[in-house]
């Protein structure tokens, strides 16, 4: 029983899921964040033009 019990490794697939979901999460908070600065200018440049439009 004590043999069969360590080579069982039935919960290894689970925990190999749940560090590739942890790394992918990490990933793209990662690119989010590096991406934040540039979209936040985009926005501002795009809600400018619109008001630039709109008061003509």
């Known amino acids: 029983m004590i043999?069969?019990?360590i080579?069982?490794?039935s919960g290894a697939t689970?925990?190999?899921y749940g560090l590739i979901a942890g790394l992918v999460a990490v990933a793209?908070?990662?690119a989010l964040?590096?991406?934040g600065g540039s979209l936040t200018d985009?926005?501002?440049?795009?809600?400018?033009?619109?008001?630039g439009a709109v008061g003509s």
């Not at 985009?42 to 008001?51: C, I, R, Y």
């Open 14 to 16: 689970a925990i190999e």
């Open 28 to 30: 793209i908070i990662a």
């Open 42 to 51: 985009l926005f501002t440049s795009v809600s400018d033009e619109l008001d």
């Open 33 to 35: 964040t590096a991406l």
């Open 3 to 5: 043999d069969r019990l």
């Open 7 to 9: 080579h069982d490794e």
